[in-house]
């Protein structure tokens, strides 16, 4: 049985003043993530997973992630602050993108975006304020959304981390990810959550420090 999750009296985030992670993914994403975030303490950092579903299978996504996990998960609403400890997933059929203050920011979905929610808009709004202290992770899925987001977190000097393929049920988004050169680390699935909390303690230093983890 899973702890029990942590109420939501942690602090809120301002951008940079903790780390924040990025998880994007589709095909594939909502088995990923109910193995992965199970595994994970609670994170001194705020988490976001961008899953490419409609508005009402991210809020079923949310809840049947907060049952299990030992971190408290919330779909994320218009205008809330963001608070360390949390996990918040994208709500679906809109983009989400995170604003200096650490504030979420929802906006009406494009036909010109791969896929929705976008991985690449909310990853590179990440990028943009929080810098060096932001890290990307890019599940299994169909297709190339978070390829130009891990751009954005690399050039701003955060991590960016991959599920390898064999245990990617679609490998299109961990390899065009990979492709971009901007990926620190490939691993399977199952080294996910020790490699997230390795890579929390090591943002914004030598990269040489995650890549001897993985």
Known sequence: MAETARPLTVARC???????????????????LLKMLPQISPLDGCLLIVQH????????????????????????????????GVAYVAPGSTNLTITACGAVNLGAASRMLEGCPSADLAMASVARH?????????????????????????????????????????????????????????????RLPELIQEALRCVGEERRSLIRAS
């Open 53 to 84: 579903m409609p508005a009402y299978h991210t809020a079923l996504l949310a809840r049947e992630l907060a049952a299990r996990s030992r971190m408290p998960v919330k779909e994320a609403e218009d205008g809330e602050r963001l608070v360390a």
């Open 130 to 190: 929080w810098g060096r202290r932001c890290l990307g992770v890019v599940l299994t899925g169909m297709g190339r959304d978070g390829s130009k987001g891990v751009q954005a977190i690399r050039k701003a000097g955060g991590l960016v981390v991959a599920q390898d393929e064999a245990s990617s049920l679609i490998y299109g988004m961990p390899q065009a990810a990979i492709a971009t050169g901007c990926v620190d680390a490939v691993v399977p699935l199952t």
């Open 14 to 32: 301002e951008a940079g003043d903790t780390p924040c992670v990025v998880v994007a993914a589709s095909t594939g994403g909502p088995a990923a």
